[in-house]
């Protein structure tokens, strides 16, 4: 790429956003009731300023969406001047918290809480808009607006009506325009600025009488003046602008961060993380230049940031340059804006406020049971306000969590040989004492009960409790078990195992009886005696005489796993094994099948071999393991796929890659020679051999093991049962890479094309949290 290419994309993305934010500044301005220009100064200061100073690169900062809302307050409560005031104050507290580098401080407020308070804000600026696209005028709450919209819905006035119409229907179809010219204007003109255009045309062309945008000379322009109020109302206004302009850029952040790696997953430029108390410092120089030249509050968007990172910017040098052209359209197109009926702006600024209820967030917070917290905050700021529907929903939040805490299931049931098993699930306090003692007593004398805990906190009275019951009930002669939720015994003395899943015996270094610190001197080195049993046993502790690495795991597992899957364990066993995949690998020990498909008991029908190999039906040899198990899953277990993995670092393909020695050699130079066509195969390439996408090969070996792949999915497609899978359209085969060292997985593109490309597997991109549509 030369050097000018990360400038000229840059440039190219600027004008993208540009038309996207000049359309939204004066709507923002329009719902918050200040002075048009006092968006575009917004727009202006938050891409160069904040562009400039900002911790996160690709971010776009301007008018803040989510205080359209609290702005409106401050205008009607203190007015114009003193609300920029306030804007430029609480830019001076945003730099404070930045020196105390408190920036992720913030991120710690419940997502339910800051959607929910989004959500508020949208509704709020929803019903407002809509009473201006209606041709009348908005009230003073979202209540009043409620209340007053069936008698404006009764008579609407038919020019704003008819105008913002076309601007909410061009808003809503432009991203669907079909072929190539809709392709084509949708990445020309944003859907935004072909409302607003198609609106004003409307408007022109009709000849409609209406209210249009009034840009007064920049000269009369107001700036602030000293707050003049109370001044406990005065700090709650400068820290409610701190707390949601400081959230919403922040959570816009994290977005553009989340978005960009994505980007470079694909083959996008890198860039730079973002640092949060630098960007933190970079809103609070913005909202200090803001307020002192009487501009709207000022926060990083999610709209306009992700259509920064689409359009390809590369770096700041994009949002510093939108705000040029900000300025530019600010001295040298009034007259145009000024053409722009309100009620285009009116209807741009509603579709913004009814996308803030954002349904992927309320799914997301669904899955998470805190329904309620958004709920209590987004209608309290609704009714109320933005600092009080907050403050609402943070105690909502805390409730929940307490219940949560306190929520305790007790469960009692009589199994079928006269046993009974009590089952807490929960934490186990003194809440819940009196409903465990209730069930305790249902269990008659000298009987058998098991108590299984599933929990992390057990207090003191609950402990009195439980262990006073115990107590007594094997003196009367009653048998006793209190186990975990895995199984094991509360109490018995065995060494705790937290191995993570998938350690290697050698890397376990688990907590548990203490061994010999006895040193002895071998061939490398001085060590400890208990450090040589720990590694026999595959764990940081190894009880005397106990040195089998595979006993030991599987010990493990009885204590921890078996307990966990005993159930699924026990349907499998009962209803048989239904896989609908055959997945053949190397023996080889480093490619644990599982692991590398996430996939448990009963999903794969796997068969292993030196190289995994698949020998030509009819092949001269005298295993025929592999054509028995391919035949069985094909016809008997019916499986869908067919997957050959091949490995990083094969030793049977270094070996095909020695030549023969002739003669019959032992058992695996035999078994190798179902390899050779690979090596032949790789040989008649003639430079169109398989390939990775995202990087060359690295070797011959590496080109070898993905060549053998191919060719072993050519045998498995010789073999009569697969044929004849394959003809009916039931069967699919793959092929499959994994680089060890990478821990990557690579799999065949389907296609037949000339050269076999294997492409990386890519996790899942995790849905990017949006602040404001704005």
Same mark, same amino acid.
């Given at each position: 790429?030369?050097?000018?290419?990360?400038?000229?994309?840059?440039?190219?993305?600027?004008?993208?956003?540009? =038309?996207?934010?000049?359309?939204?500044?004066?709507?923002?301005?329009?719902?918050?009731?200040?002075?048009?220009?006092?968006? =575009?100064?917004?727009?202006?200061?938050?891409?160069?300023?904040?562009?400039?100073?900002?911790?996160?690169?690709?971010?776009?900062?301007?008018?803040?969406?989510?205080?359209?809302?609290?702005?409106?307050?401050?205008?009607?409560?203190?007015?114009?001047?003193?609300?920029?005031?306030?804007?430029?104050?609480?830019?001076?507290?945003?730099?404070?918290?930045?020196?105390?580098?408190?920036?992720?401080?913030?991120?710690?407020?419940?997502? @339910?809480?800051?959607?929910?308070?989004?959500?508020?804000?949208?509704?709020?600026?929803?019903? @407002?808009?809509?009473?201006?696209?209606?041709?009348?005028?908005?009230?003073?709450?979202?209540?009043?607006?409620?209340?007053?919209?069936?008698?404006?819905?009764?008579?609407?006035?038919?020019?704003?009506?008819?105008?913002?119409?076309?601007?909410?229907?061009?808003?809503?179809?432009?991203? *669907?325009?079909?072929?190539?010219?809709?392709?084509?204007?949708?990445?020309?003109?944003?859907?935004?600025?072909?409302?607003?255009?198609?609106? $004003?045309?409307?408007?022109?062309?009709?000849?409609?009488?209406?209210?249009?945008?009034?840009?007064?000379?920049?000269?009369?322009?107001?700036?602030?003046?000293?707050?003049?109020?109370?001044?406990?109302?005065?700090?709650?206004?400068?820290?409610?602008?701190?707390?949601?302009?400081?959230?919403?850029?922040?959570?816009?952040?994290?977005?553009?961060?989340?978005?960009?790696?994505?980007?470079?997953?694909?083959?996008?430029?890198?860039?730079?993380?973002?640092?949060?108390?630098?960007?933190?410092?970079?809103?609070? $120089?913005?909202?200090?230049?803001?307020?002192?030249?009487?501009?709207?509050?000022?926060?990083?968007?999610?709209?306009?940031?992700?259509?920064?990172?689409?359009?390809?910017?590369?770096?700041?040098?994009?949002?510093?340059?939108?705000?040029?052209?900000?300025?530019?359209?600010?001295?040298?197109?009034?007259?145009?804006?000024?053409?722009?009926?309100?009620?285009?702006?009116?209807?741009?600024?509603?579709?913004?406020?009814?996308?803030?209820?954002?349904?992927?967030?309320?799914?997301?917070?669904?899955?998470?049971?805190?329904?309620?917290?958004?709920?209590?905050?987004?209608?309290?700021?609704?009714?109320?306000?933005?600092?009080?529907?907050?403050?609402?929903?943070?105690?909502?939040?805390?409730?929940?969590?307490?219940?949560?805490?306190?929520?305790?299931?007790?469960?009692?049931? *009589?199994? @079928?040989?006269?046993?009974?098993?009590?089952?807490?699930?929960?934490?186990?306090?003194?809440?819940?004492?009196?409903?465990?003692?209730?069930?305790?007593?249902?269990?008659?004398?000298?009987?058998?009960?098991?108590?299984?805990?599933?929990?992390?906190?057990?207090?003191?009275?609950?402990?009195?409790?439980?262990?006073?019951?115990?107590?007594?009930?094997?003196?009367?002669?009653?048998?006793?078990?209190?186990?975990?939720?895995?199984?094991?015994?509360?109490?018995?003395?065995?060494?705790?195992?937290?191995?993570?899943?998938?350690?290697?015996?050698?890397?376990?270094?688990?907590?548990?009886?203490?061994?010999?610190?006895?040193?002895?001197?071998? @061939?490398?080195?001085?060590?400890?005696?208990?450090?040589?049993?720990?590694?026999?046993?595959?764990?940081?502790?190894?009880?005397?005489?106990?040195?089998?690495?595979?006993?030991?795991?599987?010990?493990?597992?009885?204590?921890?796993?078996?307990?966990?899957?005993?159930?699924?364990?026990?349907?499998?066993?009962?209803?048989?094994?239904?896989?609908?995949?055959?997945? =053949?690998?190397?023996?080889?020990?480093?490619?644990?099948?599982?692991?590398?498909?996430?996939?448990?008991?009963?999903?794969?029908?796997?068969? *292993?071999?030196?190289?995994?190999?698949?020998?030509?039906?009819?092949?001269?040899?005298?295993?025929?393991?592999?054509?028995?198990?391919?035949?069985?899953?094909?016809?008997?277990?019916?499986?869908?796929?067919?997957?050959?993995?091949?490995?990083?670092?094969?030793?049977?393909?270094?070996?095909?890659?020695?030549?023969?020695?002739?003669?019959?050699?032992?058992?695996?130079?035999?078994?190798?020679?179902?390899?050779?066509?690979?090596?032949?195969?790789?040989?008649?390439?003639?430079?169109?051999?398989?390939?990775?996408?995202?990087?060359? $090969?690295?070797?011959?070996?590496?080109?070898?093991?993905?060549?053998?792949?191919?060719?072993?999915?050519?045998?498995?497609?010789?073999?009569?049962?697969?044929?004849?899978?394959?003809?009916?359209?039931?069967?699919?085969?793959?092929?499959?890479?994994?680089?060890?060292?990478?821990?990557?997985?690579?799999?065949?593109?389907?296609?037949?094309?000339?050269?076999?490309?294997?492409?990386?597997?890519?996790?899942?991109?995790?849905?990017?949290?949006?602040?404001?549509?704005?």
């Amino acid at each position: 790429m030369s050097a000018c290419a990360p400038r000229r994309a840059d440039l190219f993305a600027s004008v993208s956003v540009f =038309l996207i934010a000049l359309p939204f500044a004066l709507g923002i301005a329009l719902a918050t009731g200040a002075p048009l220009q006092a968006g =575009l100064v917004a727009a202006a200061v938050g891409g160069i300023v904040a562009g400039s100073l900002g911790g996160s690169p690709l971010m776009v900062s301007g008018p803040a969406g989510g205080l359209t809302v609290v702005t409106a307050e401050l205008i009607q409560q203190y007015g114009w001047r003193t609300t920029c005031a306030i804007t430029a104050l609480a830019g001076v507290v945003q730099l404070t918290l930045s020196a105390c580098r408190a920036a992720r401080s913030a991120l710690v407020v419940s997502p @339910a809480i800051v959607h929910g308070m989004l959500a508020g804000v949208g509704v709020t600026i929803a019903l @407002a808009q809509l009473h201006v696209v209606l041709g009348g005028s908005p009230e003073s709450s979202a209540a009043a607006n409620l209340q007053a919209l069936p008698r404006q819905l009764a008579s609407p006035g038919g020019a704003a009506l008819a105008v913002g119409a076309v601007t909410v229907g061009a808003l809503l179809l432009w991203p *669907r325009l079909p072929g190539r010219t809709g392709t084509a204007l949708r990445k020309a003109v944003p859907a935004a600025l072909a409302a607003v255009i198609l609106g $004003t045309f409307l408007a022109r062309a009709a000849g409609f009488r209406m209210e249009q945008a009034d840009l007064p000379s920049w000269s009369s322009h107001t700036l602030p003046e000293l707050p003049d109020g109370p001044v406990l109302g005065l700090l709650a206004a400068v820290l409610t602008v701190t707390l949601v302009a400081s959230v919403e850029s922040l959570l816009s952040a994290v977005a553009m961060d989340k978005l960009t790696a994505i980007r470079q997953r694909s083959g996008g430029a890198p860039v730079a993380r973002t640092d949060f108390d630098r960007e933190l410092r970079g809103q609070g $120089t913005a909202n200090i230049v803001s307020g002192l030249f009487g501009g709207l509050p000022i926060a990083g968007g999610a709209v306009r940031s992700t259509t920064n990172v689409s359009a390809g910017a590369t770096g700041r040098a994009s949002a510093v340059l939108h705000g040029c052209w900000i300025v530019l359209a600010a001295g040298l197109l009034v007259g145009l804006i000024e053409f722009i009926p309100l009620a285009a702006l009116a209807a741009l600024v509603m579709v913004v406020g009814v996308q803030m209820v954002n349904v992927r967030h309320i799914r997301s917070i669904a899955r998470h049971r805190e329904v309620l917290v958004y709920a209590a905050t987004g209608l309290a700021v609704t009714l109320l306000g933005v600092l009080q529907g907050v403050g609402i929903g943070a105690a909502v939040a805390v409730g929940v969590a307490l219940h949560r805490l306190a929520r305790t299931r007790i469960e009692h049931e *009589r199994a @079928a040989d006269g046993a009974h098993h009590v089952r807490v699930r929960g934490q186990l306090t003194f809440l819940a004492v009196p409903r465990l003692s209730r069930t305790l007593a249902l269990i008659p004398e000298r009987g058998r009960a098991t108590v299984e805990l599933d929990g992390t906190f057990m207090d003191h009275a609950a402990y009195e409790t439980l262990h006073d019951w115990r107590t007594s009930y094997t003196a009367t002669g009653g048998e006793v078990e209190v186990i975990g939720s895995s199984g094991q015994r509360i109490g018995e003395q065995e060494p705790v195992h937290n191995c993570r899943p998938w350690q290697p015996w050698r890397n376990h270094q688990c907590t548990g009886a203490p061994h010999s610190g006895v040193t002895e001197r071998s @061939a490398g080195g001085t060590r400890g005696r208990g450090d040589d049993r720990a590694r026999a046993h595959g764990h940081g502790h190894a009880p005397e005489g106990d040195h089998d690495q595979l006993i030991s795991g599987v010990r493990n597992f009885q204590r921890t796993t078996a307990p966990l899957l005993r159930r699924e364990l026990a349907r499998l066993a009962h209803e048989g094994q239904r896989p609908t995949q055959l997945f =053949l690998a190397c023996a080889d020990s480093r490619v644990v099948t599982s692991m590398i498909t996430s996939s448990g008991p009963g999903d794969l029908f796997t068969v *292993r071999n030196v190289g995994n190999l698949v020998p030509l039906p009819g092949a001269g040899s005298a295993d025929h393991s592999v054509a028995a198990a391919i035949e069985y899953a094909v016809d008997i277990l019916g499986v869908r796929t067919i997957t050959v993995c091949g490995h990083s670092g094969c030793g049977a393909m270094q070996a095909l890659q020695q030549p023969p020695t002739g003669g019959d050699g032992g058992a695996l130079e035999r078994w190798l020679r179902h390899g050779r066509p690979s090596v032949e195969r790789m040989a008649a390439w003639n430079g169109s051999a398989p390939r990775l996408d995202r990087r060359p $090969t690295t070797d011959a070996l590496e080109t070898l093991v993905l060549t053998n792949v191919v060719q072993q999915l050519d045998h498995l497609a010789r073999h009569a049962c697969v044929a004849r899978r394959l003809a009916d359209g039931t069967l699919e085969l793959r092929g499959m890479y994994f680089h060890v060292g990478e821990a990557q997985a690579y799999v065949l593109e389907r296609g037949g094309a000339a050269v076999p490309v294997f492409s990386a597997v890519e996790p899942l991109p995790e849905a990017a949290p949006q602040t404001v549509a704005g």
